[in-house]
């Protein structure tokens, strides 16, 4: 049976160390998604998700596991991939949907079935398409909820904004997406 993340803290915590490659490989792949979403650099995204994972080992003491382990180092995540935005000359914060990683049961499915391969594969084509040109903080939103799965609560921690303004980043954030898919859906059927 596998450990939860306060039971393998708690085995860090009494000097099993190695322990720590558990919550590792338990949040790689989504700490990555979320940094490449956010830099628009993969090289940039892996320092960055390195950088988070030796910052969240070094800060263990100081988790008191009022909230998820998760939903703790997301945010020093997001903070770190912050800060990392605000030393760049533009200033420009995005989400890169031209990474797969997101659509890995997507495609996992398109491979599976044989027959929809080019058409699943448009269908996502599509819809990263129509995500990329959402502004940066509906597309952090909707990854913090969709991908990383979220709550309300925990994205409002992470992200330090109130609860009501991540609850209406969501809702104009699906209501742009709906828009968007819509409009590209009826140009795409004109053509």
Same mark, same amino acid.
């Given at each position: 049976?596998?450990?939860? #993340? %306060?039971q393998i803290i708690d085995e860090i915590r009494?000097?099993?160390?190695?322990?720590?490659?558990?919550?590792?490989?338990? =949040? +790689? @792949? !989504?700490?990555? /998604?979320l940094a490449v979403r956010m830099l628009r650099n993969r090289e940039e995204a892996e320092e960055?998700?390195?950088?988070? *994972?030796?910052?969240? $080992?070094?800060?263990?003491?100081?988790?008191?596991?009022?909230?998820?382990?998760?939903?703790?180092?997301?945010?020093?995540?997001?903070?770190?991939?912050? /800060?990392?935005?605000?030393? !760049?000359? #533009?200033?420009?914060?995005?989400? @890169? *949907? %031209? #990474? %797969?990683?997101? =659509?890995?049961?997507?495609?996992?499915?398109?491979? $599976?079935?044989?027959?929809? %391969? $080019?058409?699943?594969?448009?269908?996502? #084509?599509?819809?990263? +398409? /129509?995500?990329?040109?959402?502004?940066?903080? =509906?597309? /952090?939103?909707?990854?913090?909820?969709?991908?990383?799965?979220?709550?309300?609560?925990?994205?409002?921690?992470?992200?330090?904004?109130?609860?009501?303004?991540? +609850?209406?980043?969501?809702?104009?954030? !699906?209501?742009?997406?709906?828009?968007?898919?819509?409009?590209?859906?009826?140009?795409?059927?004109?053509?």
């Amino acid at each position: 049976m596998a450990l939860s #993340d %306060n039971q393998i803290i708690d085995e860090i915590r009494s000097g099993r160390k190695h322990y720590f490659t558990s919550l590792v490989d338990r =949040y +790689k @792949d !989504r700490a990555f /998604t979320l940094a490449v979403r956010m830099l628009r650099n993969r090289e940039e995204a892996e320092e960055a998700a390195q950088d988070a *994972f030796i910052r969240a $080992y070094n800060a263990l003491n100081s988790f008191e596991e009022k909230s998820r382990f998760s939903t703790w180092f997301y945010r020093i995540l997001y903070n770190v991939c912050l /800060t990392r935005i605000s030393r !760049r000359k #533009d200033f420009s914060l995005s989400i @890169d *949907f %031209n #990474d %797969n990683i997101e =659509y890995a049961e997507a495609e996992a499915m398109v491979d $599976y079935t044989g027959n929809n %391969n $080019y058409e699943m594969s448009d269908t996502i #084509d599509f819809i990263k +398409k /129509t995500m990329d040109a959402l502004p940066a903080k =509906y597309q /952090t939103i909707l990854t913090l909820f969709y991908i990383q799965e979220l709550s309300h609560d925990e994205i409002a921690e992470v992200t330090q904004l109130p609860i009501g303004t991540i +609850k209406t980043h969501l809702f104009r954030a !699906r209501h742009l997406l709906q828009q968007r898919l819509q409009k590209e859906f009826e140009m795409e059927k004109a053509s």
